[in-house]
């Protein structure tokens, strides 16, 4: 780890925190696993209380410290009340990894509005409470990471996910925004668009995928959720932005993140010069 917190005093080092949402499987489980082997205390965050005690288990089996909550991001209230508790319990923490997300396939003229609603609700609302929830305390200490897994369908627009595009977009967009807004504190921000992905995920969108973008959606091969959790932890440690895990997507985040590179750059310097 390249920042570590110290306990006051002359007892031990602390254990850096990584809070986790989605933290029970897929990527967000997989990102436990990676931290919590460098040495973090991870808290997992997710709705499910049996998959929340499975993952603890699984994690602990491999001597990682953690602790498991039972949270819906959808509900900003308790993302800071628990963010709060955490936060006095370990002190601000180094990672925030907002990877909770769901995903209803469906023709948007087809699917019925709560499906559009329910999705932006979760995977971008939620990734946006977590991170209010968190981000205060990290920009006191002057430093962290900020990661938020949002998915190849952010990059660009994929027939039969005008929901599930709109809400990664939308954490693509909010990530670019809060790491202009952020960089002076000394928290960087980080935002990963994976493939398909070997996930719960994954087997529950399959079947729902319209037949007719099958050859299209599902044309490349999916990657293990440990490739994508290790590529999204290297970007943030380097400073990096957009996490890419393929070289067709890095190619595709590469000419996308030209223009937006720029303008971060000249607001960043606009912040600096007018800064209180």
């Not at 491999?62 to 602790?67: A, F, G, L, N, P």
């Not at 991170?131 to 994929?158: C, T």
């Not at 005008?162 to 928290?187: M, P, T």
């Given at each position: 780890m390249?920042?570590?917190?110290v306990?006051?005093g002359?007892g031990?080092?602390?254990?850096?925190?990584a809070?986790?949402?989605?933290?029970?499987?897929?990527i967000g489980?997989?990102v436990?696993?990676v931290?919590?082997?460098?040495?973090?205390?991870?808290?997992?965050?997710?709705r499910?209380p049996a998959?929340?005690?499975?993952?603890?288990?699984?994690?602990e089996?491999q001597r990682?410290?953690v602790s498991a909550?039972?949270?819906d991001?959808?509900?900003?209230?308790?993302c800071?009340a628990l963010a709060?508790?955490?936060?006095?319990?370990h002190g601000?923490?180094l990672?925030v990894?907002?990877?909770?997300?769901?995903?209803?396939?469906g023709f948007?003229?087809?699917?019925?509005?709560?499906a559009?609603?329910?999705?932006?609700?979760t995977?971008?609302?939620?990734?946006?409470n977590l991170?209010?929830?968190?981000?205060?305390?990290?920009?006191?200490?002057?430093r962290g990471h900020?990661?938020m897994?949002?998915?190849?369908?952010?990059l660009f627009?994929v027939?039969?996910?005008a929901?599930?595009?709109?809400?990664?977009f939308?954490?693509?967009g909010f990530?670019?925004a809060?790491?202009i807004?952020l960089a002076a504190?000394?928290?960087?921000?980080t935002?990963s668009v994976p493939p398909?992905?070997d996930?719960?995920q994954?087997a529950?969108?399959?079947p729902?995928?319209p037949?007719?973008?099958a050859?299209?959606?599902g044309s490349?091969r999916?990657?293990p959720?440990?490739?994508v959790?290790?590529?999204?932890?290297?970007?943030?440690?380097r400073?990096?932005?957009?996490?890419?895990?393929t070289?067709?997507?890095?190619a595709?985040?590469?000419?996308?993140?030209?223009?937006?590179g720029?303008?971060?750059?000249?607001?960043?310097r606009?912040l600096r010069?007018?800064?209180?």
């Amino acid at each position: 780890m390249s920042q570590h917190l110290v306990a006051a005093g002359s007892g031990p080092p602390k254990r850096p925190l990584a809070i986790i949402s989605g933290g029970s499987s897929g990527i967000g489980f997989s990102v436990a696993e990676v931290l919590g082997k460098r040495g973090c205390t991870v808290a997992i965050l997710a709705r499910d209380p049996a998959r929340l005690d499975q993952a603890r288990a699984n994690l602990e089996a491999q001597r990682i410290v953690v602790s498991a909550h039972v949270l819906d991001v959808r509900d900003g209230a308790a993302c800071t009340a628990l963010a709060d508790a955490l936060v006095s319990e370990h002190g601000p923490p180094l990672w925030v990894v907002a990877s909770a997300g769901i995903v209803e396939p469906g023709f948007f003229l087809e699917q019925d509005a709560a499906a559009n609603l329910a999705q932006m609700e979760t995977n971008f609302l939620g990734t946006a409470n977590l991170v209010r929830a968190a981000a205060p305390s990290m920009v006191a200490a002057g430093r962290g990471h900020i990661a938020m897994v949002a998915s190849a369908a952010g990059l660009f627009g994929v027939a039969g996910y005008a929901g599930y595009c709109a809400s990664k977009f939308a954490v693509r967009g909010f990530a670019e925004a809060l790491r202009i807004e952020l960089a002076a504190a000394g928290v960087s921000v980080t935002v990963s668009v994976p493939p398909d992905t070997d996930t719960p995920q994954l087997a529950y969108e399959r079947p729902l995928r319209p037949a007719a973008i099958a050859p299209f959606a599902g044309s490349g091969r999916s990657l293990p959720p440990q490739v994508v959790a290790a590529h999204l932890v290297r970007t943030a440690e380097r400073g990096g932005f957009l996490s890419a895990p393929t070289a067709q997507l890095a190619a595709i985040a590469r000419l996308q993140g030209l223009a937006s590179g720029v303008f971060a750059r000249v607001q960043m310097r606009l912040l600096r010069r007018n800064k209180p």
